[in-house]
C-alpha cells in the first residue's frame, strides 16, 4: 500500500482559505441529494404537470422516511433506498460539521463568522443535520422562522448576528452562525392565511414551488419568493464575498441570471463544482460566453491529483468532496501498489 495526496494542493488550499478569509455563500443544488431523492429527470415519458405531481409526492414520501426516529432507520438499514437516505444524511453531516469548524478558525474582525446555505432542495438533510450536530458543537441555525409553539417564517430574520459577553461585559465573542434559505420552499412548510409556518414534520401540501418556476404561483407565494432570491442577491454583491456551488447545473433561469450579474462583482469569486463532464452545460444555462476570472469551474481533472485520477475509475465530484476540501486539503488516501510484471 501507498500513499497520494487526493487533491491538486494549490486549488484546494485557494479554496479552503477562500472560505477562512471571505464572506462564505454556498448554493445547494438538487445533485447533493440525488442518491435518495429523485431528480426530474426519472420522470422523462410524463407530461410536465404529472412529472412535477409525482417527483413532489415521492420527495414528501421519502422526507417522511429521513425524518424517522434512528431506530427505524436503523431497522430497515437493508433496504436499498434507506440506505441511500442514511448515506446522503451522513454526507450532509459531515458538510455541516466542516462548515462549524471553518467558522471557528475564521478571524470574525475581517469577516463575520456566518455561512448562508442557499439552497433550491425540498428535503430535510440540512435540518437533520443541524439536529443532529448541535447537541455537542456550538453554532446558530438560522432558518428564518421565529416563535415557540408556532414559528413564523420572515426574511428579516436573517439580519441578526448572536454573540457571547463575558460576565463582566468585558467581551463579546461572536458564535458561529449558518443561515439556511430555502429559495424554492420546503417539505416542512405550510402556508397559513398570510403566514408561511416552519414546522418539525413534513406536510402533505408544503408551500413549495414546483420545477418549472414561479409562473402559475398566485401573488403571495410569488412576492415570498422572490424575497428569498433578493436576500441571494444581497450577499452576492457584498465586498470579499465567495460562492461555491455543488449539486447545481443553473437550469433554473432565475438563479441563473442572479449568479451572471453577480459576477460584475470583482470581489465575488465563485466556485461551480462540476459533477461530471466538462461544464459546457453550465456555462450555456448561465449564458456566459466569455468566462471571466472570477468564474472558476472545479473539474474533476483540476481538483484531484493526477495521482489519484490515475488510481479511481468513474470519479464524479460531490458534496462529500467540498466537506472534504474544507476541513483538509492536504488529505492523503491508500492505494493499491502496482504490481511488478518482470
Known sequence: MSKITKYNTDVAKEIRMCALEKRLNILIGSGCSSDAMPLMSKYGDMDLKDRNEKMIKDIIHLSKISISKSSFLTKHKSLDIVKKIINTQNSYKNFIYSIINILNLSNSRQVPRTTNIFTTNYDLFIENAVNNLQSHSRFVFNDGASGY?????????????VAYKGINDNYIMEIPSINLIKSHGSVNWEREDDKVIVSNIVYENPMIVPPTGYEEQETFINNYFHDMLRIFQIELDKPQSVLIIVGFSFQDKHIAKMVKRALQNRELIVYIFVYKGDGKNIIDNLEVTDIPPNLKL???????SAEYIKSENGIKLTLDNLSELLSNPDIQIDIEDEKDEN
Open 149 to 161: 409553539f408556532k414559528r413564523i417564517l420572515n426574511s428579516s430574520n436573517y439580519n441578526q448576528v
Open 298 to 304: 472545479i473539474l474533476t481533472d483540476n481538483i484531484f
